[in-house]
C-alpha cells in the first residue's frame, strides 16, 4: 500500500536479463539500513520487490528488483534502460500519514502524454488514457501517474484528461521529464473502480439462469 507521494527519484544503473525476468538495479538516495530484503518499493507506479541491497559509498543505497515479461509489456517498465530515473515510494507503515490517496502499485493501463502547457508557475499535462479505462478519470477524481498522486483537473469528452502540477511536485518527482508522446503508467482510484462496480458499469454478464438457485 502506498500514498503516490514520492520520496525519492532512483536511477536505473543496471539491467540484465535473467531467464524470462529483468533485473533491474536502482541507485538512490535511501539509506541501506531503511531497505529490508523482501520489502515492497513502487517504482513509477509499479509495486516491485526488493531481492537485494546494499550501502553506496555516497551515503545512499541500490537495491535490485525484478520484474516478469507481463510487466514489463503492460507497463512503461519495458522502456527503462541504464540513466532512466523513476520516482520510487516506500510502502505505508501503519501510523504514517496518508497524503495522497490509497495507491497500490499495480498499473490499469499505459496513457500517452498529449501536451503540457505551463500555466503561471505550474503546469497542466493533458494525458490519453486508454479506451477501456477512460470513463474512471473525473473531474476532482484521484489518479496516480508514474506513482505520482494527483487530482484530475478536467475530463474531456473525448476521454483525455488533464492534471495541474504544483512547482514543488514538477521539481521532486521525474514529471518534468515527461513530453508530447511520452507513455506514462496510470492506475485507477479504488474508489472509482468500486463505484463503477457498484452501478453495474463493469458487473459481469451473465448467460440467462446462471446465478439463480433452484428450490
Same mark, same amino acid.
Given at each position: 500500500?502506498?500514498? +503516490? =507521494?514520492?520520496?525519492?527519484?532512483?536511477?536505473?544503473?543496471?539491467?540484465?536479463?535473467?531467464?524470462? =525476468?529483468?533485473?533491474?538495479?536502482?541507485?538512490?538516495?535511501?539509506?541501506?539500513?531503511?531497505?529490508?530484503? +523482501?520489502?515492497?518499493?513502487?517504482?513509477?507506479?509499479?509495486?516491485?520487490? &526488493?531481492?537485494?541491497?546494499?550501502?553506496?559509498?555516497?551515503?545512499?543505497? !541500490?537495491?535490485?528488483?525484478?520484474?516478469?515479461?507481463?510487466?514489463? @509489456? $503492460?507497463?512503461?517498465?519495458?522502456? !527503462? *534502460?541504464?540513466?532512466?530515473?523513476?520516482?520510487?515510494?516506500?510502502?505505508?507503515?501503519?501510523?504514517?500519514?496518508?497524503?495522497?490517496?490509497?495507491?497500490?502499485?499495480?498499473?490499469?493501463?499505459?496513457?500517452?502524454?498529449?501536451?503540457?502547457?505551463?500555466?503561471?508557475? @505550474?503546469?497542466?499535462?493533458?494525458?490519453?488514457? %486508454?479506451?477501456?479505462?477512460?470513463?474512471?478519470?473525473?473531474?476532482?477524481? @484521484?489518479?496516480?501517474?508514474?506513482? &505520482?498522486? $494527483?487530482?484530475?483537473?478536467?475530463?474531456?469528452?473525448?476521454? *483525455?484528461?488533464? &492534471?495541474?502540477?504544483?512547482?514543488?511536485? !514538477?521539481?521532486?518527482?521525474? =514529471?518534468?521529464?515527461?513530453? %508530447?508522446?511520452?507513455?506514462?503508467? =496510470?492506475?485507477?482510484?479504488?474508489?472509482?473502480?468500486? &463505484?463503477?462496480?457498484?452501478?453495474?458499469?463493469?458487473?459481469?454478464?451473465?448467460?440467462?439462469?446462471?446465478?439463480?438457485?433452484?428450490?
Amino acid at each position: 500500500m502506498f500514498t +503516490g =507521494l514520492v520520496t525519492e527519484i532512483g536511477t536505473i544503473t543496471a539491467v540484465e536479463n535473467r531467464e524470462g =525476468l529483468s533485473r533491474f538495479t536502482v541507485s538512490c538516495g535511501y539509506s541501506a539500513d531503511d531497505i529490508d530484503l +523482501g520489502a515492497s518499493i513502487m517504482h513509477a507506479g509499479v509495486c516491485l520487490t &526488493v531481492v537485494a541491497r546494499g550501502q553506496a559509498g555516497d551515503g545512499g543505497s !541500490w537495491f535490485c528488483v525484478e520484474a516478469v515479461p507481463e510487466t514489463l @509489456s $503492460l507497463t512503461v517498465l519495458g522502456d !527503462w *534502460d541504464v540513466g532512466t530515473q523513476v520516482n520510487l515510494e516506500q510502502s505505508l507503515k501503519l501510523g504514517d500519514e496518508l497524503g495522497g490517496h490509497f495507491v497500490f502499485g499495480h498499473i490499469d493501463g499505459v496513457g500517452e502524454v498529449m501536451a503540457i502547457a505551463e500555466e503561471g508557475e @505550474s503546469y497542466r499535462i493533458t494525458v490519453r488514457p %486508454p479506451a477501456t479505462i477512460a470513463r474512471y478519470f473525473a473531474r476532482k477524481g @484521484s489518479a496516480a501517474l508514474n506513482g &505520482v498522486s $494527483l487530482t484530475i483537473a478536467a475530463a474531456h469528452d473525448n476521454g *483525455d484528461f488533464d &492534471v495541474a502540477i504544483i512547482p514543488h511536485t !514538477w521539481a521532486v518527482t521525474t =514529471l518534468h521529464q515527461l513530453q %508530447p508522446g511520452s507513455r506514462i503508467n =496510470l492506475e485507477i482510484d479504488m474508489l472509482a473502480r468500486y &463505484v463503477a462496480r457498484m452501478i453495474g458499469v463493469d458487473a459481469p454478464t451473465q448467460s440467462p439462469g446462471e446465478g439463480k438457485t433452484h428450490g
